[in-house]
């Protein structure tokens, strides 16, 4: 794998005209990396950066405004440096890439390659931060006992989570990972739905799985929840544990009460991390005031062992069209306040 302080050495960027870059990429699995399959990458970031892209041997010509020639550079700059960190680029990346450029121009300096801060290592992939607050998240994570994200869908919120359970569960510092959430209706009603307790929260916890799944493939995560080092634990279940050298996700908080969410930061044991997800804007609780995510913000916020990460639109590290949704909705429900 190349080293990044050897990037310049593997990228030369020329200047045709005011419209028009060169860049060449000398190393060949870094090239095809950045082009992508059948050339998916680069289509990708015309789109996004209002460009026109040319491939021809190991040469990608931009043409287009200033603005967007500034952002392709950075753009292609920073996807070569995720190569050279990860030997991997992702559709996500492209995404970001292009995004991270246009959202935060002003922190932005086009001589240099731009830092990817943490890397999370995982059998699958490789997990970087794609946003400030991600980076802020992703250190609480790995450095505080409790840690509560609040904002919309789409920040990273559960995926950067159980990445670095993930993490930790195979490095050994940690002997089990505990997923709970809160089942939609309120007083989390399961004995309807058939099978045992697992098939009944499965559904609910299909964006935890997800995540699993992506970061160490299915046959693993089967075996550990076989063996218990994966555990599901309704959140209504978890009344009267301790929990010892374990990490345990709470996800969907907006759906607890503030007594449900007192009972699961108060199971924190030995050598444990537990960390608390929610979007206060996605409330499903048929009284919304019954939701105790927000009154949990404010009864612990001068408790300094629990770290607070609050997200929003800007942090959205999906496609960018859910960025300016999430952005749209909540403009709504600001000028209803």
Not at 267 to 293: A, Y
């Amino acid at each position: 794998m190349l080293e990044a302080k050897n990037l310049e050495k593997q990228i030369l960027i020329k200047k045709i005209d005011s419209k028009t870059l060169n860049i060449k990429i000398f190393d060949n699995k870094m090239l095809m990396a950045v082009v992508g399959e059948f050339n998916n990458n680069l289509n990708e970031l015309e789109k996004l950066t209002n460009t026109q892209l040319f491939f021809r041997g190991n040469s990608i010509t931009a043409k287009g405004d200033k603005e967007s020639i500034l952002n392709i550079l950075e753009s292609i700059k920073y996807l070569a440096n995720k190569f050279i960190v990860t030997n991997s680029i992702e559709k996500d990346d492209i995404i970001y890439s292009a995004k991270n450029y246009m959202s935060s121009i002003e922190e932005k300096n086009k001589n240099n390659i731009r830092p990817l801060g943490q890397i999370i290592k995982t059998p699958k992939r490789s997990v970087v931060p794609r946003s400030k607050k991600q980076s802020e998240y992703l250190d609480s994570l790995l450095n505080e006992k409790i840690t509560i994200s609040l904002g919309p869908a789409g920040t990273g919120k559960s995926y950067l989570a159980v990445s670095v359970a993930v993490k930790m569960l195979m490095e050994k510092k940690i002997e089990r990972v505990i997923l709970s959430r809160p089942a939609v209706e309120a007083g989390e009603r399961l004995g309807f739905l058939p099978g045992d307790m697992k098939d009944k929260v499965d559904p609910y916890l299909r964006p935890l799985y997800d995540a699993l799944y992506d970061l160490f493939g299915f046959d693993k995560i089967q075996k550990k929840i076989e063996s218990g080092e994966i555990e599901i634990a309704p959140l209504a279940f978890m009344r009267g544990r301790t929990l010892k050298n374990s990490f345990a996700i709470l996800d969907e908080a907006q759906n607890a009460s503030t007594t449900q969410i007192k009972m699961f930061l108060t199971r924190i044991g030995e050598n444990s991390k537990l960390v608390v997800n929610g979007d206060p804007s996605q409330i499903d609780l048929i009284n919304k005031n019954d939701s105790g995510l927000l009154k949990t913000k404010q009864i612990l916020k001068d408790v300094k062992e629990v770290r607070f990460v609050e997200f929003d639109h800007n942090d959205v590290a999906r496609h960018p069209l859910v960025a300016k949704i999430v952005k749209a909705y909540q403009k709504k429900i600001d000028d209803k306040s």
